[in-house]
């Protein structure tokens, strides 16, 4: 082996190091690393709960589409929508705004 053979293994040697070092650095800190675990899992937590509170609003979203299917339309739930989209109601009846109390 002459010394030209030996300065290349060398380099070849160090730069192995070097991208194994860079490697090992990437797997503790980096975006997917040991060290970012609790920030993923804390995060996937907020996402189940997100996931959670969008499945209950769309249980709503399906059973107020079943009320107002045309063929079986629930007449409590129409009358509602059209006085509250239309602002109107009978001389007799009493309108008590909820979103006012506190």
Do not use: C, Y
């Amino acid at each position: 082996m002459n010394a030209h053979t030996a300065k290349r293994e060398q380099r070849m040697q160090w730069l192995a190091l070097a991208w194994l070092l860079l490697l090992g650095s990437m797997a503790l800190v980096g975006p997917f690393g040991l060290l970012s675990w609790s920030e993923q899992a804390s995060l996937l937590d907020q996402r189940r709960a997100q996931i959670t509170a969008l499945q209950a609003e769309r249980a709503v979203l399906v059973n107020r589409v079943d009320l107002l299917d045309p063929r079986n339309v629930d007449a409590d739930f129409a009358s509602e929508l059209t006085r509250g989209n239309l602002n109107v109601a009978h001389p007799d009846e009493f309108v008590v705004d909820l979103a006012e109390q506190p």
